[in-house]
């Protein structure tokens, strides 16, 4: 792997490390910063962003998890319908996600870039601009959490939903102010940074993460 990627995937442990540090306070403002409109609730749409947490339990499985998977783009989920309903709805979701997405890209986090291998035994990989790293796994099936190591570094744990073929990984609110923070000035997407530190002031209940396709 290149040194800037194993430098990427390093920032990232730490922005998501430092976790749920409350920073997220009043739900109702991406439609006012994004310019979106508040739409039908997740339940008609199947689909990963926009979600609320839970909503998938049943779909949520270990024998759904096992699998192949490459990142697709950033996650936004929350605790609830209702929370989801003043945030704006689905389209709001999709919204943030795109705004979020060049400064995920400039941690290396890019369609395609970032698979994951999961195995029945617990065992997993991890690849990055062409190499591997082992690691391990441990889901929960009744928090629907996973917990991963990468060799012998433990992730934070993520709050998993699986559907069809999306999966969708997800951190408490602080991540996305992180990164923000991680980034910084040497963005070259810099046009959203004031819109996305806005947001980032403004949440409660938001998750923050990756979207995952099935490969095979």
Same mark, same amino acid.
């Given at each position: 792997m290149k040194r800037h990627g194993f430098a990427a995937v390093a920032l990232l442990c730490c922005a998501l490390t430092v976790s749920?540090?409350?920073?997220? +306070?009043?739900?109702?403002?991406?439609? +006012?910063?994004?310019?979106?409109?508040?739409?039908?609730? =997740?339940?008609?749409? =199947? +689909?990963?962003?926009?979600? =609320? #947490?839970? /909503?998938f339990y049943d779909t949520t499985t270990k024998k759904a998890l096992v699998g192949s998977w490459v990142y697709d783009e $950033?996650?936004?989920?929350?605790?609830? /319908? !209702?929370?989801?309903?003043? @945030?704006?709805? *689905? *389209?709001a979701?999709?919204? *943030? @996600?795109?705004?979020?997405? $060049?400064?995920?890209?400039a941690l290396g986090l890019k369609n395609g870039g970032v698979r994951i291998d999961l195995r029945e035994d617990n065992t997993c990989t991890f690849t990055l601009g062409g190499q591997t790293i082992?690691?391990? &796994?441990?889901?929960?099936?009744?928090?629907?959490?996973?917990?991963?190591?990468?060799? &012998?570094?433990? #992730?934070p744990t993520a709050y998993l939903s699986i559907v069809n073929n999306q999966m969708a990984m997800t951190y408490d609110s602080s991540l996305l102010l992180?990164?923000?923070? *991680?980034?910084?000035?040497?963005?070259? @997407?810099?046009? !959203?940074l004031a819109s996305i530190s806005k947001l980032a002031d403004s949440y409660d209940g938001m998750k923050t993460g990756f979207t995952f396709t099935r490969s095979k």
């Amino acid at each position: 792997m290149k040194r800037h990627g194993f430098a990427a995937v390093a920032l990232l442990c730490c922005a998501l490390t430092v976790s749920g540090c409350g920073l997220f +306070k009043a739900a109702g403002k991406i439609g +006012k910063l994004f310019g979106t409109k508040k739409t039908s609730t =997740v339940a008609t749409i =199947v +689909k990963i962003i926009g979600s =609320v #947490l839970g /909503q998938f339990y049943d779909t949520t499985t270990k024998k759904a998890l096992v699998g192949s998977w490459v990142y697709d783009e $950033p996650a936004i989920q929350f605790e609830s /319908q !209702n929370l989801l309903d003043q @945030a704006g709805g *689905v *389209v709001a979701s999709q919204s *943030v @996600a795109d705004n979020i997405k $060049p400064y995920f890209e400039a941690l290396g986090l890019k369609n395609g870039g970032v698979r994951i291998d999961l195995r029945e035994d617990n065992t997993c990989t991890f690849t990055l601009g062409g190499q591997t790293i082992n690691g391990t &796994y441990e889901f929960d099936d009744e928090t629907k959490k996973l917990s991963m190591k990468a060799g &012998y570094i433990p #992730l934070p744990t993520a709050y998993l939903s699986i559907v069809n073929n999306q999966m969708a990984m997800t951190y408490d609110s602080s991540l996305l102010l992180n990164i923000i923070k *991680v980034i910084g000035s040497a963005s070259s @997407a810099q046009s !959203n940074l004031a819109s996305i530190s806005k947001l980032a002031d403004s949440y409660d209940g938001m998750k923050t993460g990756f979207t995952f396709t099935r490969s095979k």
